[in-house]
């Protein structure tokens, strides 16, 4: 049934949006805070005045956007925007959605180097999830962030402008290509790393509204990590991090691109779900003692 033929109560709009996007495990959810920004008002005030009608203009806006959702595009992108690390951060198609999973970098990056005055460089820095949860967590810390998409930049520097947050720079280009011959206590990295062939490319009807190129690697999902672990050395201060999330079946591969390169003290996180996804690494004083250590 079309909501503009239903009942203008908030209980029978969102009784029936919710209908119509099932079998998601939110769909509840979505259409409540698709409804909420349509008309304005937060979920709070939908979930207390079931008996409230809709108006016409925010039905008619609210008809639109759940349509776009029930065909699997991001809510992140129809609400404009997306919770990452407690910051209500502006999103876009022009970027990724910021992931829960992506938490444990900005958790690691902070159990690495502790709330002294630090250099942090964030590279291929999308909405600026990491590079922001960073500079607000440490304000003592002077983080860059890098971008080679001009529009997922202007992205990030309106979350920036947003949170008030003036420890952190932007710089577009392609990872390293805008640092000079800069060097970073810690660095920090969430590339595309999914295989053109991935099946989840096409059973995730989200993914498929997300831009690809920071989604999809060559090298079946190696190439920009193995281009980052390449790169590194030569903007990492000595016994600075390498803190990389990566996909759950590439852990040991990624391990190998460290040790390789001369990293040690290689050690792979688990994120909520159990899954291998977030591998830190220390550029040595020396890169004669290589160490891999049991992963979390």
Known sequence: MNLEQAALSVEAVLAGATARLQPSGSAALDAQLLLGFSMQRPRSWLLARGTALVGATAL???????ARRARGEPLA????????????????????????????????????LGEA???V?????????????LARERPRWRVTATDRSAAALAVAVANARALALGNVEFLNGEWFEPLG?????????????????????????????EPPGALVAAQGGLADL???????????????????????????????????????????????????????????????????????
């Open 60 to 66: 008619a806006d609210f008809e639109q956007r759940l």
């Open 226 to 296: 193995a281009t980052v672990v390449a790169g590194a050395p030569a903007h990492l201060s000595a016994r600075g991090w390498l803190v990389l999330e990566h996909g759950a079946g590439q852990a040991a591969a990624v391990a190998d691109l460290l040790v390789a390169q001369g990293f040690s003290h290689v050690r792979c996180h688990h994120d909520l779900a159990g899954l291998p996804r977030v591998t830190e690494a220390q550029w040595p004083a020396s890169a004669s003692t290589l160490k891999i250590e049991p992963s979390t």
């Open 121 to 133: 460089a964030d590279l291929g820095t999308g909405s600026g999830a990491i590079a922001l949860a």
């Open 77 to 112: 992108y129809l609400i404009g925007k997306r919770e990452f690390w407690s910051l209500d951060l502006q999103v876009t198609p022009a970027v990724l959605v910021p992931r829960p999973e992506t938490e444990l970098v900005v958790e690691r990056s902070l159990a690495l």
């Open 181 to 209: 011959d800069r060097r970073f206590e810690l660095m920090a990295c969430n590339p595309p790393y999914m295989a053109a062939d991935d099946p989840a490319l096409e059973g995730d009807a989200a993914l498929r509204h």
């Open 117 to 119: 005055a630090a250099d």
